[in-house]
């Protein structure tokens, strides 16, 4: 029976040290520790059938071929285990030498984002700062401050997000919201543009969208005059369309300018013949436009006496929408990855 010890013990050592992973660990351990039916347990139980003297020696052996086993099952666990983790110390490593780190996919930017980054580099290259404002704004700088003061008219224009339990705050329903902001803080002569996320409680449809961007422009200095505001329009008209895009202003009420325009360009799909996207116009309006009102200036502690200026409000969302030829507005919000790889 001793023989039938020490052959389990070289087998089973030698199956223990070919194992490769955990599983076939544990199986062999079943197979060979199992408390019912493992073939060392079963061995063990034939011992109470030999006579004692025999039973004193042959259980020395047992116990002695017991603790090889067990520890060889350990050992390979550690072994089994220390690779595990090697391996994923390996998967994790990252070589700080090389240059940039592998990725499956470049990102892209979105349409909204590259518009308005294109417009950012031409502005600020003809002396405009950028400024950022916030998003949940004051009902005072979003609408008092712009010549919109409490129950007038002009504010059915825009159906605002109150904010519940925060009287007197909103969410932004246009950039022009920074124009006094601006004046306060840096004063007068002024030339910026704030391009920034706006909120309106829209009933979306595929031209609405509760969510959109605009670009707010505004320059404010001595003697500045209805022409140069035509010529930073046509100049921006151009850039964005072609050299040969004209425009158009036509009057139009807005409550913080005065006399304020509707601003208009010709179409750059038909070349101002008419199409199914300027609704056979060949027209497109992409931004509305006027000179400050004077109670703006006012209340941005601007001269009004000494100072002039003009505002301009482009959709950058409207925009992006007629350069990609993007039919409904609600794709730019949808977080959709096939839409927005294409860009």
């Known amino acids: 029976m001793q023989s039938k010890f020490e052959q389990l013990k070289t087998e089973a050592l030698l199956a223990i040290k070919s194992v490769s992973d955990k599983i076939q660990l544990e199986d062999l351990e079943n197979k060979l520790l199992g408390r019912k039916s493992g ?15 025999a039973r ?3 259980g020395v052996v047992a116990n002695e071929v017991k603790k090889d086993i067990e520890m060889a099952f350990a050992n390979k666990k550690n072994e089994l285990l220390n690779l595990d983790w090697a391996a994923a110390v390996e998967k994790e490593r990252v070589d700080i030498t090389q240059p940039t780190l592998p990725h499956s996919e470049r990102g892209t930017f979105h349409p909204n984002t590259i518009i308005q980054k294109d417009l950012e580099d031409f502005f600020t290259s003809m002396g405009f700062v ?8 004051s009902d005072f700088f979003n609408f008092t401050a712009v010549n919109v003061p409490e129950n007038h008219p002009a504010r059915d224009m825009q159906d605002t997000f109150y904010i519940k339990n925060h009287p007197g705050m909103v969410m932004r329903t246009h950039t022009s919201s920074m124009q006094v902001r601006s004046m306060l803080k840096q004063g007068a002569p002024l030339r910026a543009i704030v391009p920034g996320k706006c909120y309106r409680n829209e009933a ?3 031209r609405h969208e509760h969510t959109f961007y605009q670009l707010e422009g505004f320059v404010i200095d001595e003697h500045i005059t209805f022409a140069h505001m ?3 329009l046509e100049a921006v008209a151009k850039h ?3 050299a040969d895009t004209q425009v158009r202003l036509r009057p139009k009420y807005y409550p913080f300018v005065e006399p304020g325009v509707n601003g208009e360009v010709t179409c750059f799909i038909c070349k101002g013949k008419g199409c199914r996207v300027c609704k056979n116009t060949g027209w497109l309006e992409i931004f509305g436009a006027g000179m400050i009102h004077p109670n703006v200036l006012k209340e941005g502690k601007v001269d009004a006496g000494r100072y002039q200026g003009f505002a301009f409000g482009l959709g950058l969302t409207r925009l992006a929408m007629l350069k990609y030829g993007i039919e409904d507005i609600r794709h730019l919000e949808s977080g959709d990855l096939k839409f927005l790889k294409q860009f």
């Open 39 to 53: 073939e060392l347990t079963n061995l063990m139980k034939g011992l109470k059938d030999l006579t004692d003297d």
């Open 204 to 206: 979306t449809d595929p």
């Open 230 to 232: 035509k010529g930073v």
């Open 240 to 242: 964005l369309y072609g």
């Open 130 to 137: 950028v400024l950022d404002g916030p998003e949940l704004e």
């Open 56 to 58: 004193k020696v042959i």
